[in-house]
C-alpha cells in the first residue's frame, strides 16, 4: 500500500463550486504539505502544517484553505473554485527535523 | 521560498548515453534533493544530499552538492528508456524553516 494517498485522483468541478481534497500518510510523519503543479513552473507550495494544532501559508495560500484533521490527514479546500485554479496538487510528507519530502500520486483538478 | 535555476529544461538523448543537469541558487542551502515524477505520478526521491563536496550515488545516478552551497548536479549514466521523466532539483535554505524550494524541472525524452 502507498505510504501517501490522495482522494480524489481526479476531479472536474464548475467554476464557483467547493472542493475539498484529503491526504492520508501512513509514514508516522508530523509534517505535512500542499502543493501545486503548473506546466513550466515547478511545485509551489500552497499551506503547510508542522504538527496537528500548526497550520502555515506557503507562497500561494490565496484562494485555499487546509485543515489537519489527525497527524496522518490534511485536507486542502478551494472554497470557491475558479478556472486559474485548475493544476495538480500533490500531498507531501516529511518527519520532523528531515528535510527529504514524500509526495502523494497528486490529484488532477479541473475548473471549468 | 526561491525559485532554482534548473537545466537544461529539456533534453533529447540517446539510448547508453550519459547526461547532466544541473541547478543553482542565489542563496546557500543545507540540502539538495533530487526528485523523478513519471506521467500521472508524484515526485519520487532519488537522491539526498547534506554536505559540501558530497558525491552521492544511487544506481546509475549520480548527484554531487556544489562546493559553494548554491549549486547541484544530477548526472544519468547509460540511459534507458525508463530514464524519461521530469527530474526536480529542490533545496533547502538555513533560514527556510525546513520549505523547500523547487527548481522548475528538466524534462527527459529517451530517443531508443
Known amino acids: 500500500d502507498a505510504d501517501v494517498t490522495q482522494t480524489p485522483r481526479n476531479r472536474i468541478t464548475k467554476t464557483g463550486k467547493r472542493i475539498m481534497l484529503e491526504c492520508s500518510q501512513t509514514?508516522?510523519?508530523?509534517?505535512m504539505y500542499w502543493y501545486r503543479q503548473d506546466p513550466g513552473l515547478g511545485l509551489r507550495l500552497i499551506y503547510y502544517?508542522?504538527?496537528?494544532?500548526?497550520?502555515n501559508k506557503g507562497e500561494i495560500s490565496d484562494g485555499y484553505s487546509v485543515s489537519r484533521q489527525a497527524q496522518a490527514k490534511f485536507s486542502l479546500s478551494l472554497e470557491s473554485a475558479i478556472p486559474n485554479q485548475t493544476a495538480l496538487y500533490f500531498c507531501?510528507?516529511?518527519?520532523?527535523?528531515?528535510?527529504?519530502?514524500?509526495f502523494g500520486p497528486g490529484t488532477r483538478l479541473t475548473v471549468t | 521560498g526561491q525559485q532554482l535555476n534548473q537545466s537544461p529544461q529539456s533534453m533529447f538523448i540517446q539510448e547508453g548515453e550519459d547526461v547532466s543537469m544541473n541547478c543553482t541558487s542565489s542563496?546557500?542551502?543545507?540540502?539538495w534533493l533530487w526528485y523523478k515524477q513519471d506521467p500521472g505520478e508524484g515526485p519520487v526521491l532519488l537522491i539526498a544530499?547534506?554536505?559540501?563536496?558530497e558525491l552521492t550515488s544511487n544506481g546509475r545516478l549520480t548527484a554531487q552538492f556544489g562546493i559553494t552551497r548554491k549549486d547541484s548536479f544530477l548526472n544519468i549514466s547509460a540511459s534507458i528508456p525508463s530514464d524519461v521523466g521530469i527530474y526536480f532539483c529542490?533545496?533547502?535554505?538555513?533560514?527556510?524553516?525546513?520549505?523547500?524550494?523547487f527548481g522548475a524541472g528538466t524534462t527527459v525524452t529517451v530517443r531508443a
Open positions: 507531501a510528507t516529511s518527519p520532523a527535523g528531515g528535510d527529504e519530502q514524500y
Open positions: 509514514k508516522g510523519h508530523d509534517r
Open positions: 502544517s508542522f504538527d496537528v494544532k500548526d497550520i
Open positions: 542563496s546557500i542551502f543545507n540540502t
Open positions: 544530499l547534506y554536505k559540501a563536496g
Open positions: 529542490a533545496g533547502q535554505e538555513w533560514s527556510n524553516d525546513y520549505k523547500l524550494s
